[in-house]
C-alpha cells in the first residue's frame, strides 16, 4: 500500500499550487495588451501619446541594432587599413567607448525623461477610462473616511513632500537591491530575476494608486499581500530586460511600457485572489499564502 502524504505536505503542495496559480492569472494579465484597444478607443489621445513613444524609442533601438551591424565592418575596415599598427584594436575600443559615451547614453536618458512624461500623461488618461471598467475597485477614489484619514497622516504640505520623498527612496532602494543581491553566489540571478519581477510590476501599479489617492502604506500592504500575482505581472518585462543587451532592452521596454501601463490599469490582483480562493473553498481548503 501506497503511504498517505503528511497533512503538512499536503498543506505545502496546495499552497504552492496556488502561489503559481496567483502568478499564472498576474503573468496573463501582464501580456494581455488586447485590452489596451479599449483605453484607445475611449480616449483617442491615449493612442498619440502611445504611437509617440513608440516611434521616439523604435528610433533609439534603430540606431543601436545599425550601429551593431555596422560595427564589425568599421572593426575589419580600420584593420585593413591599418595594417601592422599595434594599436589598431585600441582604436576600435576608443571608437566604441566614444559613441557609447557621446550618443548612446545622451540619447538613453532623453528617450527616459521623454518617455516618463508621456507614461504619466498616458496614465492621467487612462484613469477615468479605467473606473468605467468592472471590477476596478483599486481606480476609484477613496471614501469620505479614506480622504479624512489619507489628510490625517499627511498632516499637511511637508508632509505630503516627505510622502513622496520616501516614496522615491522606497523605489531606490528596492533598485539598489535588485543589484546587489545578483553578486550572490549561484542564487544571485534568480534572486535578481525575482525582484526585478517585482519593481516592474510595483512601478506600473504606482501609476494607477497614486492617480487614485491611495495611501502609500495601503499600497504596499495591497503588494506585500498579493505577492504572488504581482510577480507573475513583471515576469515578461524582467525577461525582456534580461534577454537583451543593456541600451537594445531599454528601448524595447520603453516602445511597450505604455502598454503595460494600461493593462496594469485594467487588471485587479484582488480578483485574481477571490478566484483562487473560491476555488480552494470549493475543495474544501483555505487558501493560505503569507505576505
Known amino acids: 500500500m501506497l503511504e498517505k502524504r503528511p497533512l503538512l505536505d499536503r498543506k505545502k503542495y496546495f499552497t504552492f499550487q496556488s502561489v503559481v496559480l496567483l502568478w499564472w492569472a498576474g503573468f496573463k494579465d501582464g501580456i494581455a495588451f488586447h485590452r489596451c484597444v479599449v483605453y484607445c478607443v475611449h480616449d483617442p489621445r491615449i493612442g498619440h501619446k502611445i504611437a509617440e513613444c513608440f516611434v521616439l524609442n523604435g528610433i533609439f533601438l534603430i540606431s543601436i541594432l545599425g550601429w ?14 591599418m595594417a601592422g599598427w599595434a594599436f589598431v584594436d585600441a582604436a576600435y575600443l576608443l571608437l566604441l567607448t566614444v559613441s557609447t559615451v557621446l550618443w548612446l547614453i545622451p540619447v538613453y536618458f532623453i528617450s527616459y525623461r521623454l518617455s516618463c512624461d508621456w507614461y504619466q500623461d498616458i496614465a492621467r488618461l487612462a ?27 499627511q498632516g499637511g504640505v511637508a508632509a505630503e513632500i516627505a510622502h513622496e520623498l520616501f516614496r522615491f527612496l522606497m523605489f531606490l532602494v528596492f533598485f539598489v537591491q535588485c543589484w546587489v543581491v545578483s553578486f550572490v553566489p549561484f542564487i544571485g540571478k534568480y534572486l535578481y530575476f525575482t525582484l526585478l519581477c517585482w519593481l516592474y510590476s510595483l512601478y506600473s501599479f504606482d501609476y494607477k494608486w497614486d492617480l487614485a489617492r491611495r495611501d502609500l502604506q495601503q499600497r504596499i500592504d495591497f503588494f506585500q499581500q498579493h505577492w504572488a500575482f504581482f510577480l507573475g505581472f513583471g515576469t515578461a518585462p524582467a525577461a525582456v530586460s534580461l534577454y537583451f543587451p543593456f541600451f537594445s532592452g531599454a528601448a524595447i521596454l520603453a516602445m511597450v511600457y505604455p502598454l503595460v501601463i494600461l493593462v496594469a490599469f485594467d487588471s485587479n490582483a484582488r480578483v485574481a485572489y477571490c478566484a483562487v480562493e473560491a476555488r ?5 481548503r483555505k487558501l493560505q499564502i503569507g505576505r
Open 127 to 153: 484613469l477615468p477610462v479605467a473606473r468605467t471598467r468592472p471590477g476596478q475597485g483599486d481606480a476609484q477614489p477613496p471614501s469620505a473616511a479614506q480622504r479624512q484619514q489619507h489628510r490625517q497622516r
Open 68 to 81: 551593431g551591424y555596422l560595427a564589425p565592418w568599421i572593426k575589419q575596415l580600420m584593420q585593413a587599413s
Open 280 to 284: 480552494e473553498q470549493a475543495a474544501g
